[in-house]
């Protein structure tokens, strides 16, 4: 139940404040309960009771799962923490006051705050994009606004035309996806990557080589060193080598980098390229009660790509950190391995597997892929019975 604010500021607890509903999050509100913190009272802010999983997204939008699976239940969670959730944007941080500013509701004290509010895939820059567009992220616009589109798309007998910005392997990852979905409705889509350079920079030559298969299998276009300079209600204009062109749309996602929100900026805080930079125990570099994990965070000692693999593995550091300091302890060091398991879904459940430079596919790694999502959320929505202590 949530918690009133006067409540909250009335209590001796100290108070941790948990910005954003993010993956390290959701992990520490679910061992709080069996590992917390005496005299501390634990409240997560989120706009939202839920957040998605990223990791389903591809499969969700391909069809293979539900929109209740893609979502994880943070009141839910906030209960069992016996902490609270305020559903509320924040939009700053007053140092000063150790107080959270929030889009409606009054300031929220903090004691320790931790942020994990993930990015944007807002292209403030490109005319038109707010207006016709939709960001790959954060996913849960992205979610519902291409659940309206195939359902549109369902008493149409035209086929649709989808364009994504970027051609990363998350934009790919959503090419595959969308082209698989509106492929198995019976439609013939036109689906099209652009990417500024040359698509799927970030996994070895082998996974580059055999993904580009997979999207001339599924017909995507793709568009490379091409620019993206305008966006209407039915079409792009894009200019490649000295000509331009348009593209007609029905559906546009923009999926190029990953941008960090504007009031971060605003915080005082040190940034790298605007993301928030942190040390090794994932405390802020200018600010020791504040702490930010996940994508909105720069790793100053070990720079990482913006994945969430690291904030999942970040999580059980943020919780014993934040327990070290509030009792005055050593904190521990976030050391991030420099390659990970990269899985890529293929649209159909396929998918491929990109680490040390070797990459397989097939559905066996989707099958993978299924169990490693599956038990991550599992570990969210079973949560153990805790009996209650004293009489």
Request: proline fraction near 6%.
């Amino acid at each position: 139940m949530e918690q009133p604010l006067e409540a909250l500021t009335a209590t001796p607890n100290k108070n941790i404040v948990l910005v954003g509903g993010g993956h390290a999050h959701a992990l520490v509100l679910r061992s709080w309960r069996t590992e917390p913190a005496a005299g501390a009272h634990l409240t997560v802010i989120n706009p939202s009771t839920t957040a998605p999983y990223t990791g389903m997204l591809p499969g969700y939008i391909a069809g293979h799962y539900r929109r209740d699976e893609l979502d994880y239940d943070l009141q839910k969670l906030a209960q069992f923490a016996e902490g609270n959730l305020i559903v509320d944007k924040a939009i700053g941080i007053d140092r000063q006051t150790q107080t959270i500013t929030l889009e409606k509701g009054p300031p929220v004290p903090y004691d320790i705050c931790s942020i994990n509010i993930g990015v944007t895939s807002v292209s403030n820059q490109l005319p038109g994009f707010s207006d016709h567009a939709v960001p790959a992220k954060p996913l849960g616009p992205l979610a519902t606004r291409w659940t309206e589109f195939v359902h549109k798309w369902a008493t149409r007998s035209d086929q649709p035309s989808v364009a994504i910005i970027g051609g990363g392997v998350a934009g790919c990852e959503l090419a595959m996806a969308m082209s698989y979905r509106l492929r198995r409705d019976g439609h013939n889509p036109k689906v099209s990557v652009f990417d500024t350079s040359s698509i799927l920079n970030e996994v070895g030559q082998a996974a580059r080589r055999k993904l580009r298969i997979e999207l001339t299998n599924l017909d995507i276009d793709i568009r490379e060193h091409t620019n993206v300079d305008a966006i209407t209600h039915d079409h792009l204009s894009f200019s490649h080598n000295g000509s331009n062109g348009q593209l007609q749309t029905d559906f546009i996602v923009g999926a190029a980098g990953a941008h960090p929100f504007q009031w971060i900026s605003e915080l005082g805080l040190a940034t790298t390229n605007g993301f928030i930079d942190v040390g090794e125990t994932l405390q802020t570099t200018t600010d020791p009660n504040i702490f930010a994990v996940g994508d909105c965070a720069h790793l100053t000692h070990a720079p990482r790509p913006k994945a969430g693999v690291f904030a999942v593995r970040q999580a059980p550091y943020l919780l014993k950190n934040i327990k070290a300091t509030l009792q005055g302890a050593k904190l521990e060091t976030f050391d991030p391995q420099t390659d990970y398991l990269k899985l890529v879904s293929l649209g159909k459940k396929s998918a491929g597997a990109d680490k040390f430079g070797r990459f397989t596919k097939g559905g066996i790694v989707w099958q993978l892929k299924d169990r490693i999502d599956r038990k991550f959320m599992s570990r969210l929505e079973d949560l153990p019975t805790i009996e209650p202590s004293g009489p």
